[in-house]
Structures are given as C-alpha cells and as structure tokens.
C-alpha cells in the first residue's frame, strides 16, 4: 500500500502572551536540523493502524512452553517454542509472569485526551506541528494525512492536588478546554475522527530477558509520554535488533551468546528515550525557549561555545528522533579499542563513521544501469552483514582488491567459512547471496562511471556482485571539495579505499583499511571470530 | 497503481570492433545532461499497457454527428456530440474520412521486431539502454521493469534489394540474429513475454482539424520509429494540449478561436519530433559517434565554440527527449512582441523564463506546514491559469501587492470578470480555485519562512490561497549565489518580484514586472483580453 503521511519539517511554540492576550508563537525549530546528515529531514506522521498490518510469524518447537487456555475454560492446549517474544504492550502479561518489574524515572504521571479530526480555525500553524501553553491548559498539535489534525490535551497530572489516574473527560469538554487554549483564534470541529482518553506513566522494564529464550519488546519495556511519537518506533527497533541475532543463531552464523546483546542495547536506547522524554517534557512545561534561543539552536550547528544547556538538549533530542542518535555500545558486533580484534589497520585516522551507529548516506551511481541510487539503501533487510569495499582509485588498490577478493574465498575466512550448500545451483539472478546468505558484498570505486568495466575491474568473486558495484562520482553539498563524496563521509582514503562492515540492521560494526597482503582480511577475520560459531583462522595465503 | 519502472540516466552505443571481433562499446552518455535543467533527469521504462487504463469520456450534443452501423448490420445509430477526437492510431478511420492526407518525411520505411523476455548474458550493459551495431545487423536495448529487457531488432528496410513491407520473421530466427549481432557476448533467453513484428513509416497528418469540432492526435497524426519512446508522450500532450483548450472554451471563459491553436502548436511539436527522428536515425546508422565526441558532447554544455554538428544534434534530441525542448510559438497565449499586449512591464530585463515553454523547477517552502516542495508540481492539472506573484522583499513589494491584490478583485479585471457563481458557498478546504475556476493564484516571498506571516503579509483576496504560499528560501546548485534561488531560475528582481502566468498545461504564457500603481494589472488584463470571451476593462481603481 501506498500511503501519504503528513511530513513535519518544523515544529512550533505557542505561549501564553504577555499582557493575557492569549496565546502567541515564540518560535520554530527544525523537525531534523541540518547539523544531522539525515537521508529524509522530516518526521512523517501516519496513522499507526496503517502500519500494524503484518501478521507474526512464529517459530515452532523446543525449549518455551506456553500453556494456552481457552477463554471460556474448554480446553487447553500446549505450545512449545524456541523463542517468545513479549510485545504486548505496556500491561505485558508475559513480563508479569517474569516477575520483572518496572523502574519509574519519572514519578509523575498524565492522563492525556487524543482527539482526531477535521476542523475550521483561523490559527496559522494548524498544519505544523505545535507545543501550546497558555494559562487554560496546554495543546500538543500533530498534522495528520487526509486534513485531519490530531490534539493531544492534558486533562490531569500527579501533580494536580485532585489527581486521579482514571480522571476522564467528554469529547465535548476537551474541545471546551481546546477553545479556551487556542485564544485568540478559533477553532470549530466539522467531524471527529477518534477519541479516546488513557493514563501515561514514565517506565522502563528492569529486564528485556530472564533466560535469552523469552524476550520483551516495545511498551512491554519501556512507555512513556507521545510527545514525539518514538513508541512505535523504539519498538520496531527493538524487534528488528532481535529478529536477526536470532537468525543468525539459529542458521548456525553466530554463537548464542550474541542474543545476550540485545538487552543491554535496546534497554540503553530506552534509558535514553525516557531521559529524552523528561527532558523534552520540562523543557516545554518548566521553561518555554525564548524565540532567540530557538533561532540560535538552529544556526549555531558547529560552534560548541554558543551552546547552553537548552540549545544542547535540543541538538540531542533532534538527533534522537531522527533516528540518527541511537549508539550501540562497545561488544563483539561493534569493534572498540576493547575488542579481540586488534590490528593497526582498524579504524583508521580519518574514520568519520562511528560504531555502533547507522551508516552513513550517500548517492553514488549505480555501473551496470546508471541509475543514482541511495548507496545506504542498496542492499535490502535480508539478514547479511554488508560488506562495503571502498575500493578508492583502481590504479592504486588493483592488488589489494585482488587479494582481498582471492583471501574471501579462502576456506578459513569468514566469508569461506559461511557458504551456502546450494551455491552451486543458485540462479544468475541473484543479486545480494549468491555464496553465502550471511553477506552481501558492494563495491565503490572513487571514479566516474564511465572508467569502470565490471569484468575486468572486479576480481574473483567480487564480480559476482555486479549489480551491487558503485561510482563514487555523485557531488555532494557536504563535502563540496571531496573527489569522491561517499569516501569522504565515511572518511575512508580515496586514493587506497577502505572497508566498512554493517551489521544486518545497518549499524557500522568495524571500518578497516584496504592493503595488499593479509592485513585487511585478518582483521576482518578477527572481527567476525569474535561471535561467529566456526574457527575462523588467520590467512596462510601466499601472494 | 504505484508501479517501479526502470529508469535510464544513460545510453551506451556499441559498435563493430576494429577487426571483426564482434562489438565493442564506443560510448555512453546520458539522457538528460546536465545542461538541462530537469527534476528528473532520466527516462522511466514502463509497459504502455499498465498507463492505457483510463476510459475517454465523451461530451454528448450538438455539431458533431456519427452515424454508427453494428458490425452484424442489424442497426444503425446516430450520435451527436460537441467534439470528436480521432486518436485510433496510424491507420484512423477518422482521418481517412476527413480525407486528411500523411505527408512522408523519409521515404524510408522499416519492419521491426520487437520482443520482451528475461535473458541470461554476459553483455555488460544489458541493463543500460543501448544502439548496437554489428556486421550482422542493428538491435536496440531496452531495460524493463521485473528483470526484462526489450530488444528491438530491425528486421527489413525499403532500402533492402529484397524490400517488402509484409516481411517478418519467427521468434526463433530474431533470438539467432540477436546472438550474432551480440558476439562475442552471449545471450539466451529464459522467458519470452512478448514478441511482435511491425512495419513502421515515417509520416505526418497534413492537417489535424478541418473544423475544430473534429480533431485528430497522437499516431493519427504522427509515426515514426520506436528510437526514443515519443510515441506515446507525444499523444499524451496532443490530448492535454487540447483538452484544456475544450473547458476553456465550453466553459464560457476562452472564446472559440482558442481551440485554432491546437493544431499549430502540436503539429510543429510533430515535425520537430520527425526531424529528431530522421536525424536520430542517421546519427546511429551512417556514423557511430566516436567515443570523444561523446564525452565532449556530456561535458560542454554551455561552451558554443566547440559544438560540432554531432554535438548540436545529440543537445537538441536531448532537450526534445526530456520533455524541456517543447517550444510552442507566439499566439494569444504565448507572449510575444507581437501580441496585443503592449506594456514596457511586460518581459522585462533578466527574464530566464521563454513564453511557450515549460515552467522551471525550483524547491521552494510551503509556509503552512514547513514541507520542502517542488514550486511547478504544487497546482494540480485543474485547467486553471496559474498566477505565480513572486513577491520579492515584502518591504519593497507591500504597496505593490496590495493594488494587485485590490485590482484582482476587482469586476473588469481578468480575474474578478471569471468568479465562480457559487463563491459564496465554497468550502474552506479549496485550496486552488476559491473564487474561480480559471485560475489558482501561488505567492512566493524572497523570505525565510519563519519571516512570513500570511494572515499579516498577504493582502486581500492573495491570503485566500494560504495553501500556496511559498518562502524563497532553499539553495539550489544551479543558481549558488542568489539569495532567493526561484526567483533567480525565473530571472525575476529579487527585490521586486514578478508576476509569471503559466497556462493550465504547464507552459509561460507571460512574464510581467510587479509595480505599484495599474501597470502589473493592466498587463495582465490586456494578455487575457486576447482570448477570453469578456471584454476585460482597464482598471480604474485610486489607489
């Protein structure tokens, strides 16, 4: 299906004016200012039923055994599974059987009315998204597809002397307080598409898992307020975090032991989502920015001096939800100083990638059709490790591309290590796992299109990956000098190239140099030996 | 239906090797060079079948009358309609009633075969668009969407001893003269979808109307080779070019000498498409271009000095390709000094805009919600004029907006003549045509976003169009040093504004100055008063 989400560039703020006037706009800031290099600057906003379309597929047998009974006390029945995973919501019944508890960060609570609807108004920011305040209440304002706009209001707080968490409120009277807020300007609902009233508190699960064998995810493990729309996202992460350590461990890849990533992880993401969310809240509740402040956070994106605090919250939070914040600390998939694999040849002076965080984007151009294309989004969520060869100037790295390409193939390699059993009779249509269904190989020369010749440019097993072969000859805004773009945003040579390994969810594992010799496939080799189950050994090639 | 056809960014031409060694590739270069300034500068691929899914509607009455006879002979009826469009192909029925002859450009007449499959072969460029030559015949390369290619395959030429309109040939014997052509590549075919042989000629309606109540379009009126997928963007515009002149008229506002226009503009665009054919065609059979006549061709584009006939050739069929080299001539609707428009306001100085041509591209910010949008897409194909008010500084303009705004009102004016009867019952949703439906009215500031307030900025009736009201405000590559980058690619002051009319088909009708005081209006009425079916007055107004 083919969606039209509402897009939000900018967000405004409403305050009570001065001489009671109702209220008046102190300022606007980007939804993802340009500091971040982000492929898409903008929030989109769709309704979440859009999305939830999916049926979960479940993997039968072994070690969780659930014991199902029918509602009306029939029968019962007994399932066995190797994984469950507990996603259901912030009353998970799963997490509850656990005995996990959950840890408040925030003692304060809110009951909040969601009001979804079509409305006549003459306030100017109805197609922005919006943080009123003014001395009736407070209004959060979210564009929505088909003219509808959404209303959050705040009906009571933990802190309000007659609080009551099951304190609710009409549709009648939230527009009540919703006319009262929006003074001066008018606002008349045509049609009310939703509405419902529902009880938020700031938590988080104390345990994602008990046993690596069941596992909780999404609302089950952390809930929060829906200022900034991140539930839906988080949990889509922390699904997507877990779905591929297990099949990489269950198509015999990775050792077991990588599953025990997931919680520290996921839960730091959400450790930073509720400290985000406090943040977020007092920043609009305790102190609205003056529209000065808020004009300096959008300039000022390298000067670390003009920085106050409120400035360096606000430069947080728009990298948090964009998607672009979220940092995975240092294990087996994401090489530090601290990692088994050690090698003067990892992360190289000049590295502008980060491990642990999403890959850089660029265009490149695609060889074998022209096409510009998203080199980031090249290869498709198939459950590989994506190996991204920089291959720099041919002139320069012809022999390390050819011992890298011969040394892959190698036996003891990781990548030789991984094969597939029917790699004889895969179809030439292929294009992501032609050897091996753990990796997807591209390769990007620092050249223009027209100079590269895939069959002849490309050795050994490389050239089986001509769909996925790259001309780094794309200009970008952001490195306006660079010869070629995508190296230098990774920060890789582009003379001598360099190699870049991104996990399956797209964050960067390990980033290493190309030379020739076995330099660059050992350290590779080490990276992978720490979590996969063969014995990867070090090249005994002669080359 | 969202479908993802195959884009093409470049062409590649292979040619016999020096010493009969099959082809070699002797060049590429691209669709759509830089040069022209396009939003989307490549080719999309796509079957014709899954575009031809909309019904024509007829419009019943009065001058035009068919009689129809039922193919079993049972009955006869009669039909009476306003119009009648022919666009049933090379062979129309009803321009061989009308006796309209076809005038051959070339004289030359080919058959081609024709056939879309899934192929397995080591030619590196088999999912580029691609002109091969060879000692053993022609083919041209077409990507596909879902793994296909097209080949066309020539398979008889009127220049052959052996000529003869009715030759064809099987499947089979296509795929074994592709083989020999493509050595010393190989190729096999997995899948054939479709495979076809036709006769093409080269000709040209003589007339595309006798008494614009009949009008013919599309292959009635043009053939030509199948080179450079013109066909069918070729009837497309023949119909829109036609079909907004039709409401005009029918509509009460354009007066009938309107739909006299139709066959001039369109049937130039046809013997332009012709030439471009011929030449095409003999650029491709008579001389293979050098490979560095290629690359000089791609890399200079504004030098003149260096344009040999080659590179002149290759940047017209380009431009015509592109769509950007459609180029109606002066008439009522295309400003010229001719026209009985006559104001020194009117295509002043620094105009980059050219009457009877496509608008230009430009990212502007819709100031309602912040979205980044592209300025020619923004009013949809409603058969209104378009009255772009490029709005410079609002400290310059204020005064000069406010008449414009006043004199629009107004009841001789071009607008204020067209109100729509139930204007006083129109939505407030209607974001384009509130007061007319001949017109949408967009205003774009030389501002910042954040600069603009439309409920303060916009005066009178402009404020309506809340909706389209843009800030100048993001950079763009082609024009690095202006401060408001649409109004530089239009070439109208940054300061004072302009005002450009764009038609309801996407083409500059007039360009004029936006001044205090009648002039702008005054312009404007004049223009209108041209075609329209009121006598537009002067404007009287103290200002």
């Known amino acids: 299906m083919y969606h039209k989400p509402a897009r939000v560039y900018e967000v405004a703020f409403w305050d009570p004016a001065s001489a009671s006037k109702g209220i008046v706009r102190t300022g606007t800031w980007a939804s993802c200012p340009a500091f971040i290099d982000a492929r898409y600057p903008f929030t989109t906003l769709l309704h979440q039923g859009l999305i939830e379309r999916s049926d979960e597929k479940e993997n039968p047998s072994y070690p969780v055994e659930i014991n199902l009974e029918h509602a009306d006390g029939t029968s019962r029945e007994i399932v066995r599974a190797k994984y ?23 003692p304060i609570a809110h009951v909040w009315g969601v009001m979804d609807g079509v409305v006549k108004t003459d306030f100017p920011d109805i197609k922005m998204k919006c943080t009123i305040h003014s001395e009736h209440g407070s209004v959060m304002v979210i564009p929505r597809e088909n003219r509808m706009v959404r209303l959050y209001i705040q009906i009571a707080s933990s802190t309000d002397p007659d609080w009551s968490p099951r304190k609710t409120a009409t549709a009648a009277e939230v527009q009540a307080s919703a006319k009262r807020i929006f003074q001066p300007y008018s606002i008349e609902w045509e049609r009310v598409e939703w509405y419902s009233v529902y009880p938020i508190g700031q938590g988080i699960s104390d345990k994602y898992t008990l046993d690596h064998r069941v596992f909780l995810g999404g609302d ?28 990489a461990v269950e198509a015999g890849f990775a050792k077991r032991e990588l599953l025990k990533t997931y919680e520290p992880e996921r839960k730091e993401v959400a450790e930073n989502l509720l400290s985000f969310d406090n943040k977020y809240a007092k920043l609009f509740s305790e102190r609205p ?47 530090s100083p601290s990692h088994p694999a050690q090698s003067h040849l990892i992360h190289p002076k000049g590295t502008k ?80 796992n032609p050897h091996s269904l753990f990796f997807t190989i591209c390769t990007i020369f620092a050249a223009a299109r027209n ?93």
């Open 289 to 335: 920015p003056a529209a000065k402040e808020v004009q300096a956070a959008s300039k000022h994106a390298n000067g670390h001096s003009e920085d106050n605090e409120f400035i360096k919250t606000f430069k947080e939070s728009c990298e948090f939800t964009s998607g672009y914040g979220v940092a995975y600390g240092p294990n087996a998939l994401n090489w």
């Open 220 to 247: 089950a493990c952390h809930t929060h307020s829906p200022k900034a729309g991140q539930g839906m996202n988080t949990a889509f992460l922390d699904a997507q975090n877990l779905a591929w350590k297990i099949h």
């Open 451 to 543: 100079e590269i010749e895939i069959s002849r440019d490309l050795p050994g097993l490389l050239g089986r990956y001509r769909d996925l072969v790259y001309a780094d000859d794309r200009w970008d805004r952001r490195v306006p000098n660079a010869a070629a773009a995508a190296h230098a945003k990774v920060g890789v040579d582009e003379e001598k190239g360099g190699v870049v390994v991104v996990r399956p969810d797209g964050y960067v594992g390990i980033v290493t140099s190309l030379v020739e010799g076995n330099g660059t496939i050992n350290a590779l080799n080490a990276y992978f030996d720490a979590f996969c189950t063969k014995r990867i050994g070090e090249s005994r090639a002669q080359l």
């Open 84 to 106: 469950l995973f507990g996603g259901e919501g912030a009353r998970s019944f799963i997490r509850e059987q656990l005995g996990i508890g959950i840890t408040h960060k925030d």
């Open 353 to 432: 990638l980060r491990t642990g965080r999403m890959m850089a984007n660029a265009d490149v151009t695609r060889v074998v059709d022209a096409n510009i294309v998203h080199l980031e989004q090249e290869i498709p969520w198939n459950g590989s490790f994506r190996i991204y060869i920089f291959a720099g100037k041919l002139s320069v790295t012809a022999k390390a591309l050819k011992d890298l390409a011969f040394q892959l193939s190698e036996k003891p390699s990781f990548f030789g290590s991984y094969l597939r059993p029917d790699i004889k009779t895969v179809s030439h249509h292929e294009r992501y």
